[in-house]
């Protein structure tokens, strides 16, 4: 199928079994550096790219195919006579298959290494090469991934639409990983071109509904992220299912004594702190004993068979930590459709930028840092005690992850009416009084947080005549002298944070 081929790779993942057959009927071979002593060990003929371009590699390898008598026989154009007469000339056979793969930019990123070393990684002669022959996907067929071996070994001859699709793959690869290398050069929100590039981690049957179609895909230069996790038991991860363990891991990074978060639709809808794991389990499970059901779980320790018991007594979609013990492993085994995850890194959270679609293109935002208890918080009213500030830094962290306008009430360290979603705080407070009534009637004291400033008493009244006391929220108001004003006279103690947490 094909005759002449240009060979530079850095992962050498199934090249000889590949190239044997290409090469058992006559494939001449041009290959670079360490590509070309590997294939020379395994027995094929190979034509080092010196010969071909007729001068030596320079500069420690910075230079070896940057030359025209690498890319004039990728270029050349099969229906334009000049081109193929100025090929015979130069005595050069067209190359009609590319076999090249980047240099691993984003595994040295892991490594830390230093700027100088990682420049090192960007790849200079391995993208021309690609783009060239992507340009010219009419004759060449050009493979940037081992992972097209075998579909194309099994075909007799590739065709234009075969050949396209591969290309298409090129033009996507060297995007995305140029968009790595801007990225780890500063490229950031201010800048006039914004370059996004993505890996794909898997398929999904569908995107939010069975209407859409959807893929998941990661961050080349991301250093943690959902795509780390192992799926140990469970269906196939839904679209859906993703967007709520990102919630609700993304919520628990904000704590770290032991901690568990309960996400149903993309919101928090239980959030417990506690002396242990299996502490915060029972406390997020009796948050909000309704709206749980069919939510998902993620908790910062290891799950243990008693927790394990505990969860398996609901109805949940999946259930992500760093790890189980094998007794847990045992109880989650009897329920095959509970989506069980292993994320060591969960904690962890990358310093991604945060991006959001819109009609005709994204915004793009630096990521939110919320903060606990801070001695530069103003308390206008009683000092609250330890137990008090707890719930108050708990109830101000689990706010920050609510969809605005949000109110959060945290009783003991565990939520105990959350409102959220609304498109005034007064409904908001309204809806978290209506949740902690239902479940917590008798619970005291209470604490609330707004994820932004009371426009108006009228939200701090409501929550005063359903015996809330302690209040948090990040003051700006206009009004706010009329808010502290009324919090006094009913008796609320305001702590204002100066910051404010909005996720629209």
Known sequence: MFKNALVSVSDKSGLVEFLRPFAEKGLRIVSTGGTARYLKEAGFTVVDISEQTGSPEVMDGRVKTLHPRVHMPILARALVSSDMELLEEERLEPFDLIVVNLYPFSEALKQEKSQEEQIEFIDIGGPSMLRSAAKNFSRVSVVCSPGDYAWISQKSELTLMDRQFLAAKVYALT??????????????????????????????????????????????????????????????????????????????????????????????????????????????????????????????????????????????????????SPSALEIFSKKKNLRVLKWPQIVDRSRELKLKSIRGGFLVQTQDEVVGWSSAWKIIGESPSVEVRSDLSLAWKVCAHLKSNAIALVAGGVTVGLGMGQVNRVDAVEQAIVRMRKFHSKTKPVVLASDAFFPFPDSVEIAAAAGIKWMIQPGGSLKDEEVFSRSKDLGVTMVLTGTRHFQH
């Open 175 to 324: 995007g995305s990983y140029d968009a790595m290398i801007s990225r780890y050069l500063g490229a950031d929100q201010t800048y006039p071109t914004f370059a996004l590039g993505g890996e794909f981690v898997l398929p999904l049957r569908y995107g939010e509904n069975p209407q859409q179609l959807a893929g998941w895909y990661q961050l080349p230069s991301a250093k943690s992220g959902l795509h780390q996790s192992q799926v140990l038991q469970g269906k196939p991860l839904s679209f859906n299912n993703i967007l709520d363990l990102d919630a609700a891991s993304d919520t628990l990074h904000e704590f770290s004594e032991p901690a568990c978060v309960a996400v149903k639709h993309n919101n928090p809808c239980g959030v417990a702190i506690g002396k242990s794991a299996f502490e915060a389990v029972v406390g997020s499970l009796k948050a909000d004993p309704v709206s749980i059901f069919g939510g998902v779980v993620a908790i910062n320790g290891k799950v243990d068979g008693d927790m394990a018991v505990k969860l398996s007594e609901i109805f949940l979609e999946c259930i992500v930590a760093p790890d189980y």
